[in-house]
């Protein structure tokens, strides 16, 4: 049992080349994978967010009724006239909306950076084998 045992690979550059790309590709998948967690995450921050502002509306508006004198008089509604579309203001045409950058958590960045130092390294690795 202490003997090694070989075997034969017919052509070992392209069975390597073969699993570095297959590597590579895991990589790919754990580096989206890294990103859409990273999306969720602010999704779900965001919902929190949404939902603390909402509810301190709410209390606000609450505070307001009570403020306010009660009357059975009923104001007027007002419907707004539809607007015939106008041409686009040249503000707006090419203007794309503006995203907040939130800064990730340490901890994401650490795991999509060393996704991506082990990408390069596969893909340093492929270029090493197409160059031979």
Known sequence: MTDPFY???RDPTTV???LLMGARDVLTSLKRYEVQREIR????ESLFEL???MEELMVLNRKLRQALPKTTIKAEVVRPQPKKPSAPH????GAAPKKKEE???PKQKD???TLQ???ARVEEQLRDLESH
């Open 117 to 119: 130092d082990a990408m």
């Open 103 to 105: 800064a990730a958590p």
């Open 90 to 93: 040249p503000a707006h045409k």
């Open 51 to 53: 939902r603390t502002v």
């Open 7 to 9: 075997v034969g690979i």
């Open 41 to 44: 995450r602010a999704k779900v």
């Open 16 to 18: 390597r080349k073969e």
């Open 111 to 113: 795991q999509l950076e």
